[in-house]
């Protein structure tokens, strides 16, 4: 089973930034589709952003560009770089591995924009 740690979170300012990292363990990372999600209290969670082990990259319509999405497979990690954060980006974001169907989830990063 493929174990996924979170960390960057915190509290940041509305328009400040924010890059969020996820280390994953095993030795076929390469070989995984990789993405972020994030969970704002009742809500949803719902998909931010993915990177396929092509490098294929999506993002939700709702970022207008904000957030990049990037791996390094050297390290087993992968990074969400936000920036502009707004009020309504105010969630627990999790990344999510996907390895031939097999799935697994961090425990998340609670990640806080306000003033």
């Known amino acids: 089973q493929v174990q996924l740690a979170e960390s960057g979170g915190g509290l940041v300012q509305p328009g400040g930034s924010l890059r969020l990292s996820c280390s994953a363990s095993?030795?076929?990372?390469?070989?995984?589709?990789m993405s972020w999600y994030r969970q704002a209290p009742g809500k949803q969670r719902e998909l931010v952003a993915s990177i396929e082990r092509t490098g294929t990259v999506k993002y939700a319509d709702s970022l207008e560009g904000r957030f990049t999405i990037s791996r390094d497979n050297y390290v087993n990690a992968v990074y969400l770089q936000m920036n502009s954060l707004k009020p309504e980006d105010t969630a627990v974001y999790y990344c999510?591995?996907?390895?031939?169907?097999?799935?697994?989830w961090g425990q998340g990063t609670q990640v806080t924009v306000s003033s």
């Open positions: 095993g030795s076929s990372f390469r070989r995984y589709d």
């Open positions: 999510h591995s996907d390895f031939g169907g097999f799935k697994n």
